[in-house]
Every structure is written in C-alpha cells, then in structure tokens.
C-alpha cells in the first residue's frame, strides 16, 4: 500500500486532518490496519476490510456505528474527553456512510484512535485479567437492551460448531497428502471431543441459552488499556452480532490465560493459567452476572474449552485448506496455531475439572 494510496483514502473521511505519516498494526489475521498520525492530534486508525471474508462490509459498518452509538448513548453522562476513550468513535467518509469503497472494490473505515493506549498479546498480570473480564462484561451489560436481531449476521454460522466441523471434513478430503498426514495427529482428539463441544450449541438450539449481543472476538488483544492497566475500551467490533454469552467469555479465556502467544511454537510454554481464569472470570460477573441465568454461568468453564477448541479446528481445517482464510508468515504456521490450542485444552483440563 503506497503512502499516496492511503492519504487518498483517508481524506475521502469527513475530518478536518492533515495526514502526517502511517504505520501499519499488524497484529489481526484478517483485515489491514494503519495508525494515521496526523499535523495535529487526533490521530485515527484507517482499515481495509477483507471483503473476502466479510461478505456484507455495509452490513458490517451498520452494526458496529450502530453498537458503539447504543454505548455512548449509555454513558452519555460521562465528559466527551472521557467517552472516546471508552468507546469507539466511527468517522464519516465524505459521501455520508461510515465507509469509503476504492476503485478496486476494497472498503475502508476510520475510527479515532485512542492515545496512551496500551494492548497485549500475553497476559502477565493478574490485574490485567481482571480489568479484561470487567471489559467484556461491561460490553455485553451495555448492549443487553440492544436489539439483537437488527444485527447483520456478518459471517453466518460463526462460532457454530456442526458448521466449523463440516468445513473440517470437507478440508480433510480435499487436502494435499502432506497437509493431511501432518493434520492427523490431531484427528483422534477432534473425534473425542466431537460430542462435548456441541453441548453449548445444542443448548443455544433448544432455546434455553438466551441469544444476546455478543462481540465474538475478545481475545485479548482487542482489548485496550491505560499505562495502570485498567481496562478502557474493547476494539474491533467488526463481528458484534447475535451469540451466546459462552463465546465472548470463551474466547477471552482462550488467549488471557495461555501464558504464550497464540502461535508459540515450544509448547511447553503454553499453560493455562488458572488464576487469570478466576480473576476474569471474577471481573466479568462483577458487570453482567444480574443479566445471566444460572446455567448459563455454570457453563462457563465449558465456554472456555469449545473456545479454544473451535479455534484449533478452524486453524488445523486453513491449514488443510492450504491457509486460504487467515494470514500466514510461513508454510506451517496455522498448523502451528493448532497444535498450541490442543495444547491449552489438555494443560486446561489437567487444572480444572472440565
Ligand atoms: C481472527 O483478525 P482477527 O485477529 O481480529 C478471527 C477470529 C479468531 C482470531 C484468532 C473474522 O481475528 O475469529 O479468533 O483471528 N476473525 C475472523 O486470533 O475470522
Ligand atoms: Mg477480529
């Protein structure tokens, strides 16, 4: 991406700026994100959305300008200063919607960008974990009165998990002998839990978990911080749409307590922390248990194991499909990514009686 092709695009935003310079956030496996950094603050993050991926992009932008002004219409009493720091801010393209579409078909927004602030990969401070759960929490208490169901389905079947293991199948036998050979390590274990990690999708089925406003991509770092570590904002929203409470805690679990990256090679690095576990999970219900049924917190345990779970069949099903879905820095590192969330499954099952 040229720097002229990026000032282009961001100046087709509705804001009073000069672009100054740019740095590319590499740390998502889908989208394309840049800091602008301008003459005089603001500064903004300007993305690229993969349209390869999120088949409705408008829809997309409609369900995050409409969860974040739900949100600020919430803490409407809190200083504007304040606010933006919370919550994140969509800015206009010049045409009137909240995305600018380029002449080769790619769709872009712009949000402000929230300074001193800070993410991490790897949690290592209890606080952190506790601040996280407060984070999401709060997000889903705020849009417990949303209406779910003006919400785009942004990728239909997301976190389902009969979908997630049809692609598998379909994966294994369409994959290269090689991709398959090394895949199969992993098969027994993908048959063994086949029945328990379908129990929170049958209970979504039968009606008896509520279907709420949900994130569906906590992990943590989507989360942003201040230098205290104190939680501020939780960041790309480009998935809010209709789920389960099971998936945001899951999936905040699933990375807040690996005490590695998600794409740590030498797994015995990779534990599952259990005293971040409590110390989300504490931070959490401080913000939303009111708003949830008992069963619904009883499951949570088995949230975090299909998390991690549906995560480790999606990696091991891109790799069959020779990594068409997420980027990749090398032949096998969605493999790689697999093999590490198997890992935190056993290291967590080994801790915790799930
Ligand atoms: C993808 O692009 P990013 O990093 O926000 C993925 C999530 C996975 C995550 C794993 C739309 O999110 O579901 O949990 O990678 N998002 C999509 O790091 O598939
Ligand atoms: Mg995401």
């Not at 005089?40 to 992009?57: A, C, G, M």
């Not at 995050?64 to 720091?85: G, Q, T």
């Not at 979908?163 to 993908?190: G, I, P």
């Not at 998935?239 to 699933?254: C, E, K, L, Q, S």
Request: charged share 30%; aromatic share 12%; net charge negative.
């Amino acid at each position: 991406m040229t720097q002229e092709k990026l000032i282009y695009i961001f100046n087709h935003f509705d804001h009073a700026s000069k672009y100054s310079s740019h740095k590319e956030l590499a740390s998502g496996h889908i989208n394309d994100t840049f800091l602008i950094e301008t003459k005089e603050e603001p500064f903004y993050i300007l993305q690229r959305i993969n349209h390869n991926v999120f088949k409705d992009v408008p829809g997309l932008i409609l369900n995050k300008v409409l969860v974040s002004k739900h949100i600020k219409n919430k803490l409407s009493h809190l200083p504007e200063e304040a606010l933006k720091r919370r919550v994140l801010t969509f800015i206009p393209a010049k045409h009137g919607e909240y995305y600018y579409r380029d002449e080769d078909g790619n769709f872009w927004n712009v949000m402000l960008y929230i300074k001193e602030s800070v993410t991490h990969e790897i949690v290592t401070n209890k606080e952190v974990a506790y601040e996280g759960g407060k984070l999401s929490g709060d997000f889903l208490n705020l849009t417990s009165d949303f209406d779910a169901s003006v919400l785009t389905e942004v990728i239909p079947k997301f976190h389902d998990m009969s979908f997630r293991f049809w692609q598998f199948d379909e994966a294994l036998k369409n994959a290269s002998e090689e991709r398959k050979e090394k895949a199969k390590l992993y098969l027994d274990k993908v048959i063994e839990l086949k029945e328990e990690m379908h129990i929170l999708q049958n209970l979504k089925e039968f009606g008896e978990i509520k279907i709420r406003v949900t994130h569906n991509d906590t992990k943590i770092s989507n989360a942003l911080f201040d230098k205290d570590n104190k939680g501020l904002c939780i960041i790309d929203t480009d998935t809010v749409m209709p789920g389960i409470v099971h998936y945001d805690f899951g999936d905040a679990i699933r990375t807040i307590c690996n005490t590695a990256a998600e794409d740590e090679t030498n797994l015995d690095l990779v534990t599952f922390n259990v005293e971040f576990y409590e110390a989300y999970k504490k931070g959490f219900l401080e913000k939303v248990e009111s708003a949830l049924t008992s069963l619904e917190i009883k499951t949570l345990p088995l949230a975090a194991k299909t998390m991690i779970f549906i995560m480790a069949l999606r990696f091991l099903t891109d790799f069959l499909n020779n990594d068409v879905y997420y980027k990749t820095k090398y032949p096998e590192h969605n493999l790689d990514r697999a093999k590490n969330q198997f890992k935190l499954i056993d290291s967590m099952v080994s801790q915790m009686d799930v």
